[in-house]
């Protein structure tokens, strides 16, 4: 198999003789260096054939298989540690330590997680959902093997953008203040190298990583300690010494020279062979070090090379041509809420110079891209920083620009401290829109958009609304920019609204003002928020046609709530359920029951809402089911308030 190319896939008409005998890195270590060339071959083969009916990251995982099947040959793993970022690029890691005969479930229902989670393998050292965490986490266990005084080996994998973050400087910035052995891994799959990997540079990497000269080099250090002529405070100034002559030599700096740890690279990623004995070489090293390995993204598969946005996730796909299956559906389709929102921003912008749009690293998963064309000198992607896109949006707004800043719920929450100090103590016009809010689907718990609505509702001065539809998402953008002030967050889910219609005028809406959807509540009123309210209303219409007397309310807001209308809604209803696609902890029906007890609200109200848990990987319909918030579940929660003793022995 042509592992430079394979487009379209080859036939497979011999299975996977190696890796068909790989059940764990201990079943791996038993091949020669040889035959893993091979054996790369064959996990690129199963990964296109596995992901192009199960979809999932695909891009990462084919670029970084010489660099797993090298670090799990060399390693002696689970004992020696690996602490992946970002996740979505640990599959050939799951497929090389016993997880390859359920990798079929991958990201399914009670199958197997999309990214490393401890509780499912002690291969899986480190949650890795989020990015930038690996050399934080890793050099805490490379500290703590030092204090236990234990030999085994920590390694941190950094890599897809993740080196943006951050939390991966401030580990940088940390990983030469302890004593440590810690071996970080830049995946840098955006960067091009000499493919003959030859010359001074070669020369330099072999030189560097040799035994023999790092045992001389070290040899040297204790006799000068000896001598009394280098102190333990003077080893740093050598080191940088050391960076600095590589740098002459090579003609090549790089700015990990300033944080004190030895840098080695680039090495071509894709040379397993050759990446076997850099390992071996520099395994034992003592300090904190980097090798940076350049790679590409989607490698070994020409569409995921020559297009590595769109294979990043492609979803299901004809290995053989390269061709991406999309619904068959002939009938209109509601759009999705990003695509909505991407082109009522380019509306926006086209009305008024000072909108500008911010995203960090999800240009292409909010629709930001549709801005970038149309204005990409006011569309800014700041890589994977959310704390930096957060308050730089704030700079903005101090300057006269209306910032539309678009970041995924979950990845908000790394953002708080900069929500609170550089935007809502300034009362500054930021309009924060929050994509994947709510139930997810399969990237799964460190993917849900769970707790966005508890921990915003505790920001002084924060506005939170969420569109219980397409149309409505554009009026509160166009009021979010235009009418309202200070900060605002516009929280809207993944995937599909339920308006094919949606393109209508942008026009105001009236701030913190509920609307009543279905009126005549007198037995149950129905308090819902976002989307999810869709599917209360037909709950409602099947309850209203078997008699009863049930309204509902879309709230719009949960800060503030329209307590006017509320207020209506508790002199009028004898039962109340409030229904939201957030946690219950500190969530909207938190808010409305703590208002009910001040108000001297006597009748019964149940609140829907996410579990005190961390909802699994799974479809979204199913991840409803389990939390009580499908159609049906709504509706046996009505019918156990409303006066109909029937309804109990069901």
């Known amino acids: 198999m042509d592992t430079e190319r394979q487009a379209p896939l080859a036939e497979d008409t011999q299975g996977y003789p190696l890796l068909d005998t790989i059940d764990s890195p201990e079943s791996l270590r038993r091949l020669s260096p040889e035959q893993l060339p091979q054996l790369c071959a064959e996990i690129r083969h199963f990964l296109l054939e596995a992901l192009s009916v199960n979809p999932g990251h695909l891009g990462a995982n084919l670029g970084v298989v010489e660099i797993t099947v090298a670090l799990h040959y060399v390693y002696d793993t689970p004992e020696d540690r690996i602490v992946w970022d970002v996740g979505h690029q640990a599959y050939v890691h799951k497929l090389l330590t016993g997880r390859r005969e359920d990798f079929h479930t991958l990201r399914t229902w009670g199958g197997l997680a999309g990214f490393p989670i401890p509780s499912e393998s002690p291969y899986d050292t480190f949650a890795a959902g989020h990015a930038s965490n690996s050399i934080s986490a890793a050099l805490g266990m490379a500290v703590g093997a030092e204090l236990q005084h234990d030999e085994r080996r920590v390694v941190a994998l950094i890599g897809d953008g993740a080196m943006s973050g951050g939390m991966a400087f401030e580990g940088l910035n940390n990983a030469s203040s302890f004593p440590n052995n810690l071996l970080i891994i830049l995946n840098d799959n955006n960067m091009s190298i000499d493919r003959n990997v030859g010359g001074l540079n070669r020369h330099m990497v072999k030189l560097l990583t040799s035994p023999a000269y790092n045992n001389v080099r070290y040899q040297s250090y204790r006799v000068l300690r000896k001598l009394h002529l280098v102190e333990e405070h003077q080893r740093q100034g050598l080191l940088r010494f050391n960076n600095r002559l ?36 520099i395994k034992d090293m003592k300090g904190p070090r980097l090798l940076h390995l350049a790679t590409t993204k989607g490698k070994g598969y020409t569409p995921a090379e020559q297009e590595p946005t769109i294979w990043h996730a492609p979803g299901k796909f004809d290995p053989a041509t390269g061709e ?90 790394r953002a708080y401290d900069q ?42 001065g924060m506005t939170v609304c969420s569109p219980y539809d397409e149309v409505q998402l554009r009026q509160l953008m166009y009021s ?49 928020l976002g989307p999810i309210g869709v599917s209360v209303t037909e709950v409602v219409d099947r309850l209203r046609g078997e008699g009863y007397e049930v309204g509902q309310i879309d709230l719009v807001f949960a800060k503030p709530l329209d307590t006017a209308r509320l207020q209506e809604a508790f002199a009028e209803s004898a039962a109340l359920i409030t229904v939201e696609e957030g946690c219950l902890a500190g969530g909207v029906g938190s808010a409305i029951l703590q208002l009910a007890m001040e108000s001297g609200y006597r009748g019964r109200i149940k609140t829907l809402g996410l579990p005190d848990e961390f909802i699994a990987h799974g479809s979204p319909a199913q991840q409803r089911a389990y939390c009580g918030l499908d159609a049906e579940s709504i509706y046996r929660a009505a019918r156990e308030l409303l006066p109909d003793d029937r309804a109990k022995a069901e």
């Open 246 to 281: 590589k740098a002459l030599l090579s003609g090549q700096s790089n700015f990990f020279d300033s944080f004190n740890i030895r840098y080695l690279g680039p090495v071509d990623g894709h040379d397993v062979v050759e990446l076997v004995q850099i390992l071996r070489d």
């Open 324 to 413: 991406r299956l999309k619904s068959c559906s002939t009938r209109p389709e509601p759009p999705k809420f990003q695509d909505v929102f991407g082109h009522t921003l380019v509306e926006l912008a086209e009305r008024d110079e000072r909108i500008v749009g911010v995203t960090p690293a999800m240009p292409t998963g909010c629709s930001m891209t549709y801005m970038m064309e149309r204005f990409p000198d006011r569309s800014f992607d700041v890589g994977i920083a959310e704390e930096h896109a957060v308050t730089f949006s704030s700079g903005l707004a101090h300057e006269g620009f209306i910032p539309v800043c678009n970041i995924y719920s979950t990845f908000m929450q």
């Open 480 to 528: 979010a920019c235009f009418d309202w002030q200070g900060p605002i967050a516009i929280r809207y889910p993944r995937g599909a609204g339920s308006v094919v219609d949606w393109r209508q005028p942008l026009t105001s809406y009236p701030y913190a003002q509920a609307r009543s959807l279905r009126g005549g509540g007198r037995q149950l009123c129905f308090l819902t």
């Open 419 to 460: 929500l609170i100090h550089d935007v809502a103590l300034t009362e500054t016009h930021v309009v924060f829109c929050l994509d994947r809010a709510g139930l997810v689907g399969e990237d799964g718990a460190t993917h849900q958009g769970a707790f966005d609505l508890a921990y915003l509702r505790t920001i002084p």
